[in-house]
Antibody, heavy 127, light 107 residues
Framework: EVQLVESGGGLVQPGGSLRLSCAASGFTFSTYSMNWVRQAPGKGLEWVSYISSSTTIIYYADSVMGRFTISRDNAKNSVSLQMNSLRAEDTAVYYC????????????????????WGRGTTVTVSS | DIQMTQSPSSLSASVGDRVTITCRASQSISRYLNWYQQKPGKAPKLLIYAASSLQSGVPSRFSGSGSGTDFTLTITSLQPEDFATYSCQQSYSTPYTFGPGAQLQIK
């Protein structure tokens, strides 16, 4: 069964740090790019970060640039999100999601989407 | 950044109804548009990718259309398990952005 399981969430004070992990199973992890997406209480989804399969391409949302660091360990089938200088507005459920790309030969284009999601881990930033 | 808007933000419908949710991008995104379903306390679930391709395992009553800036998600013959929040997402460029969601409620 294809599965993603997040861990590492919790309560942290403003300015503190937390490291989230996502364990993958049921697929060849090293061949897939991965994303982190978050959802603040009662709000919509917000993409946070992307890492390519070989770690050569990394993207961040402006809201976390310089504070969050995404990484992966293909030998351990895991992706992580190191979160520093946490703020109240970082409070959210954090999901990891598998990035899928589909090549359309008729259009000579790749399409991208997130096809497998974990159940999420909750991060609360509060004093 | 590409802004995504959705309408309506909420709607009520009955089992068996046909409903349409609209998503609009602030600039042309070709067909780089995905739809997700989310139920309370659960992770999002991919329904439609590349504007109109049905994800494996998703019932055929779900369909997507559109290109450029305007897209629609249509659900024909609503089932009890379809009452949820539906969000669109553009994958044309980073930062990937989501619409605010459309909450589908039982009438």
């Amino acid at each position: 069964e294809v599965q993603l399981v997040e861990s590492g969430g919790g309560l942290v004070q403003p300015g503190g740090s937390l490291r989230l992990s996502c364990a993958a199973s049921g697929f060849t992890f090293s061949t897939y790019s991965m994303n982190w997406v978050r959802q603040a209480p009662g709000k919509g989804l917000e993409w946070v970060s992307y890492i390519s399969s070989s770690t050569t391409i990394i993207y961040y949302a402006d809201s976390v640039m310089g504070r969050f660091t995404i990484s992966r360990d293909n030998a351990k089938n895991s992706v992580s999100l190191q979160m520093n200088s946490l703020r109240a507005e970082d409070t959210a459920v954090y999901y990891c999601a598998r990035d899928r790309r589909l090549y359309s030969g008729s259009e000579d284009k790749y399409y991208y989407y997130m096809d497998v999601w974990g159940r999420g881990t909750t991060v609360t930033v509060s004093s | 950044d590409i802004q995504m808007t959705q309408s309506p933000s909420s709607l009520s419908a009955s089992v068996g109804d046909r409903v349409t949710i609209t998503c609009r991008a602030s600039q042309s995104i070709s067909r780089y548009l995905n739809w997700y379903q989310q139920k309370p306390g659960k992770a999002p679930k991919l329904l439609i990718y590349a504007a109109s391709s049905l994800q494996s395992g998703v019932p055929s009553r779900f369909s997507g259309s559109g290109s450029g800036t305007d897209f629609t998600l249509t659900i024909t013959s609503l089932q009890p398990e379809d009452f949820a929040t539906y969000s669109c997402q553009q994958s044309y460029s980073t930062p990937y952005t989501f619409g605010p969601g459309a909450q589908l409620q039982i009438k």
